[in-house]
């Protein structure tokens, strides 16, 4: 006769949901594999290479901090900084608040609204090539599409792409043109996860849109607020391949970020060393940057 003491341990064991089970490792090893390899691993390589006299062939000796100084004694380095961050300022809020105005025009179940959403989220599907292509055509000098608009009015284009101080703002036209969509779909979904029955009751106590707008609105999409803000921080620090098809960083460095001079710096002088430093200098930027102003707008919509 069997033992049932002992048939119950058995059945309890096999049934144990909190035991551990190491073979659950085998559905996540595929990710953590491709993450270390290719994120954690170039992560540590590049801080590695970042305190060493590398290039292409060799690693070379260690220098400790000497790239670090080497980027900060030049001229063209700290200039990328402050076109980067030039950059930065001119995109993110414009796409921020572009993004909100045209979810806030466009969240209606309409057949235009649908079509209108489509059209603005279809530029964020073309490559980098094609939207510099199609802006460098509209920036054409004398043939151009704004120098046909401009002529319409016996005026001059301004020419964008050759003068100094309108580069960068030609090139954060392109981009915002480009990368509308996604603040915009972002915001559209916030949006539609408000209750309706809030907008009925603020209706009934006679708020105009306005007061819907500050009191209901925004504070009940500020999260989603943030993520933008956040988000394109991030990739907008990236900047590289409008500058290098538009510009190629000009006129006169004007509008090379540091991402391009982290490209010129490793892959066509081939001190690989100094553009390991820039790339680690630019991870610092955007953490920063993005911690900054995530804590400053997490306090202000605590507040």
């Known amino acids: 006769m069997a033992d049932p003491v002992n048939g119950n341990a058995r059945r309890a064991k096999s049934v144990d949901i909190y035991a551990p089970q190491w073979r659950n490792f085998l559905f996540v090893a595929p990710y953590l594999v491709i993450f270390a390899a290719f994120l954690v691993f170039p992560l540590f390589w590049g801080i590695w290479l970042s305190f060493h006299k590398a290039d292409t062939f060799s690693s070379g000796p260690f ?67 094609i939207v510099t292509l ?8 004398d043939f151009g599409l704004l120098a046909m608009i401009y002529g319409f009015f016996g005026a001059k284009a ?25 603040p915009m779909m972002l915001f559209l979904s916030a949006l539609q996860q408000i209750p309706q029955d809030i907008y009925e009751a603020a209706a009934l106590d006679n708020a105009n849109r306005w007061q819907t707008l500050r009191s209901i609105t ?32 000009g006129p006169n460095n004007l509008t090379k970020p540091i991402v391009l001079y982290i490209y010129d ?39």
């Not at 380095?77 to 030039?86: E, G, P, R, V």
């Not at 300022?89 to 414009?94: I, S």
């Not at 199609?134 to 000098?141: E, K, L």
């Not at 820039?278 to 995530?294: G, K, T």
Request: hydrophobic share 60%; aromatic share 14%; glycine share 6%.
């Open 63 to 129: 220098v400790g901090f000497g790239n670090y100084v080497r980027l900060f004694r030049d001229g063209i380095f700290l200039q990328s900084i402050w076109n980067t961050f030039y950059f930065v300022f001119l995109t993110v809020p414009a796409l921020a608040l572009i993004g909100l105005f045209l979810a806030l025009s466009l969240n209606r179940q309409t057949r235009s609204a649908a079509v209108l959403r489509t059209l603005f989220f279809s530029s964020s599907v073309l490559s980098v090539t």
């Open 134 to 141: 199609i802006w460098r055509i509209v920036y054409i000098p």
């Open 158 to 182: 301004p020419a964008f792409l050759s003068n100094p101080d309108l580069a960068m703002i030609g090139i954060a036209i392109a981009t915002v043109w480009w990368c509308i969509g996604l």
């Open 218 to 249: 925004l504070p009940s999409i500020k999260r989603t607020f943030v993520l933008v803000i956040i988000i394109q921080i991030v990739l907008q620090f990236q900047l590289f391949g409008q500058p290098w098809l538009m510009t190629r960083g």
């Open 265 to 303: 710096t490793a892959f066509r002088r081939w001190d690989l060393g100094l553009g390991a430093a820039a790339s680690e200098i630019l991870f610092l930027l955007i953490l920063v940057a993005a911690m900054a102003q995530y804590l400053v707008t997490r306090r202000k919509a605590d507040a």
